[in-house]
């Protein structure tokens, strides 16, 4: 427990929440300006920054669990696409933090943007693929 974290407060019940779920590892609960319809955040207790800090335990529960959320959700919501998006770090777009992993349901109607592509540079993206193989 993290005495400055608001999904910490909310974890301990110190801070009002919509939760949808809730077992030893993790929350799930309803995003307060969610992104589309439905859009869930699913909280593990423990209080990790970054994916870097949560243990391999917790993350390699986290996605089961998404997917018997979002089976649920669908049943609740009409939808049938999604995004599943996990942001580390200021930069990324993370504003809390504690790990958290949203679940946002598509519609044919949203405001959700992700990123635009742009054109590959095959020098750049070869040399960097060589450097990241070595490393795994
Ligand atoms: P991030 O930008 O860190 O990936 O996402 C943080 C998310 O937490 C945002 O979507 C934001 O709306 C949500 N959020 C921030 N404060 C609260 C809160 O007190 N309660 C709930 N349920 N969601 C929150
Ligand atoms: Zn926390």
Redesign the pocket.
């Known amino acids: 427990m993290d005495n400055n974290c608001?999904f910490c407060k909310?974890i301990n019940n110190e801070?009002p929440?919509?939760k949808i779920y809730e077992d030893d590892d993790f929350l799930a609960?309803?995003?307060?300006?969610p992104?589309t319809k439905g859009?869930v955040?699913i909280v593990p207790k423990e209080h990790a920054e970054t994916m870097a800090e949560l243990s391999d335990e917790k993350l390699s529960k986290i996605l089961v669990l998404a997917k018997k959320i979002i089976n649920a959700m669908k049943k609740v919501h009409n939808f049938t696409d999604y995004n599943i998006i996990q942001?580390n770090g200021r930069l990324a777009?993370?504003?809390?933090g504690h790990y958290?992993m949203?679940l946002i349901p598509r519609y044919s109607v949203d405001e959700v943007s992700l990123w635009s592509p742009h054109e590959n540079d095959p020098s750049v993206t070869s040399d960097m693929a060589e450097q990241v193989r070595k490393l795994l």
């Open positions: 608001i909310i801070i929440s919509k609960m309803l995003d307060i300006a992104a859009h955040l942001n777009g993370q504003t809390v958290h949203h």
